[in-house]
T-cell receptor, first 113, second 111 residues
Framework: NAGVTQTPKFRILKIGQSMTLQCTQD?????MYWYRQDPGMGLKLIYY???????DKGEVPNGYNVSRSTTEDFPLRLELAAPSQTSVYFC????????????FGQGTRLTVV | EDKVVQSPLSLVVHEGDTVTLNCSYE??????LLWYKQEKKAPTFLFML????IEKKSGRLSSILDKKELSSILNITATQTGDSAIYLC???????????FGTGTRLQVFP
C-alpha cells in the first residue's frame, strides 16, 4: 500500500520558471491538502480539495494553482517561481469522515535561486 | 479567521524530564484536534481528540482536550532523546473542511 506519493523529492528552480509538484494517493480519500513548511516553522495550508472537481484556497495560495480532476491526483502548480517559494512542500489526504487523521507524503524540497 | 497557536515555540530539556506542550485554537465549528510528531521528514500521527474523546494516552505520551478553554495539552513523561522532534497540533474546521496547523513546538532532549 503506497499511501501518499509525492514527486519529485528535490528540485532546484530558477526565478521565473514554472513547475508542477505531483501528489497521488491510493487510499480513495476524498480530502487532499497541500502545505508548505519553512525552516523551523509549522505547516501552512496552500490549497485543499474535498473531492474531484472541487478546490479551495488555504492560508497562503498566492503564486500557486491546483486542480483535482480525479480522486487520486492533486497536483500543485508553481507559476513564475520566486525565492520566497523556497520551502518543503507536503501533500496530505484523509477520508471524508469527521475526525480522521491525515496521511502525509514524504515531501518535496524546493529551492528557487 | 481560523487560527491555531502552539507554545512554547522551543523547549530544551534533559532526559527524564516531563514536558507539557500547549495548543490553543480559534476555528469555526470545531470537529477535531490532532497531534503529530515530525522528525526528519513527514509528520507522523500521534493522537486525535474530539468532543466524544477528550483524553488519549499511549505509553509516556498523553493528551487532553479542553473544549471550554479551546485548547489542548500534550504531555510527555520521562523524556528520551528519541522524543526530540517538532510537535505539531492541527485542528479540523467543520465549516470549511480545512485542516489548520499550528506553528509547532521544537523539543530537544539532551542526555
Amino acid at each position: 500500500n503506497a499511501g501518499v506519493t509525492q514527486t519529485p523529492k528535490f528540485r532546484i528552480l530558477k526565478i521565473g520558471q514554472s513547475m508542477t509538484l505531483q501528489c497521488t494517493q491510493d487510499m480513495n480519500h476524498n480530502y487532499m491538502y497541500w502545505y508548505r513548511q519553512d525552516p523551523g516553522m509549522g505547516l501552512k495550508l496552500i490549497y485543499y480539495s474535498v473531492g474531484a472537481g472541487i478546490t479551495d484556497k488555504g492560508e497562503v495560495p498566492n503564486g500557486y494553482n491546483v486542480s483535482r480532476s480525479t480522486t487520486e491526483d492533486f497536483p500543485l502548480r508553481l507559476e513564475l517561481a520566486a525565492p520566497s517559494q523556497t520551502s518543503v512542500y507536503f501533500c496530505a489526504s484523509r477520508r471524508r469522515v469527521q475526525g480522521t487523521e491525515a496521511f502525509f507524503g514524504q515531501g518535496t524540497r524546493l529551492t528557487v535561486v | 479567521e481560523d487560527k491555531v497557536v502552539q507554545s512554547p515555540l522551543s523547549l530544551v530539556v534533559h532526559e527524564g524530564d516531563t514536558v507539557t506542550l500547549n495548543c490553543s485554537y480559534e476555528v469555526t465549528n470545531f470537529r477535531s484536534l490532532l497531534w503529530y510528531k515530525q522528525e526528519k521528514k513527514a509528520p507522523t500521527f500521534l493522537f486525535m481528540l474530539t468532543s466524544s474523546g477528550i483524553e488519549k494516552k499511549s505509553g509516556r505520551l498523553s493528551s487532553i482536550l479542553d473544549k471550554k478553554e479551546l485548547s489542548s495539552i500534550l504531555n510527555i513523561t520521562a523524556t528520551q532523546t528519541g522524543d526530540s522532534a517538532i510537535y505539531l497540533c492541527a485542528v479540523e474546521a467543520g465549516n470549511t473542511d480545512k485542516l489548520i496547523f499550528g506553528t509547532g513546538t521544537r523539543l530537544q532532549v539532551f542526555p
